[in-house]
């Protein structure tokens, strides 16, 4: 039986993901609500929202130094955090290069692109709440099939992006803050892969 001040580790990449979806839905609503004149005040917003991401994961990190036994392997246990915490700073690089190169306007695949990341991270956020059930869980595995699903798709429309940008761009500048920005859509996608790695090798660990 746990005692009553162990960490829940379960609980807590549950916690860390939550940070990672907030960081898409205000990147979603950036998006669709763009106004490039409060670009600097949303970034700001979002590092706040990325800083207590961190703070989360350093009061965990401190937690297991001190811990005997644990759920799951150490190393298991900072691989999903370091992984989790990747996706909310991959969020937040789009957020500050698109201020950082002064876009002025978003166009089709940029929302089309920020939507899939969304639903990668409400995808995520549930495959990890049902991570500390995984031997009997019903739903973890078509969750991480979704989320391959999505990332599949985020590398279907960055294509097609990179496609429409490098044949109907004509301002340098433009193309080469959108070629950024699209790298940083598409990385978002595929860090949330990444974390759905991380699940399945310790699900196959412990199983």
């Known amino acids: 039986m746990a005692r009553k001040n162990d960490m829940d580790y379960f609980a807590t990449f549950v916690e860390l993901a939550g940070y990672s979806c907030q960081a898409a839905n205000l990147l979603k609503s950036i998006m669709n609500n763009f106004k490039v004149d409060e670009l600097k005040d949303k970034m700001q917003e979002m590092h706040v929202i990325e800083h207590s991401g961190d703070e989360a994961r350093h009061k965990m990190v401190r937690k297991l130094a001190r811990e005997f036994i644990t759920p799951i392997e150490r190393e298991d246990i900072m691989a999903m955090a370091d992984a989790i915490d990747d996706v909310t700073d991959s969020i937040e690089d789009v957020l500050m290069h698109m201020y950082m190169f002064n876009i002025r306007s978003v166009n089709e695949y940029a929302l089309k692109l920020t939507e899939v990341v969304s639903k990668c991270c409400n ?85």
């Open 123 to 207: 995808a995520l956020k549930a495959a990890l709440d049902e991570l500390h059930n995984f031997r009997k869980s019903q739903k973890l595995h078509e969750l991480i099939v979704e989320i391959n699903i999505l990332e599949e798709e985020g590398d279907r429309l960055f294509t097609e992006a990179m496609r429409d940008l490098y044949v109907n761009g004509k301002d340098f500048l433009e193309v080469t803050a959108w070629n950024q920005t699209f790298n940083d859509l598409e990385k978002c996608c595929d860090a949330c892969e990444e974390v759905s790695n991380v699940i399945e090798s310790v699900i196959m660990k412990n199983t």
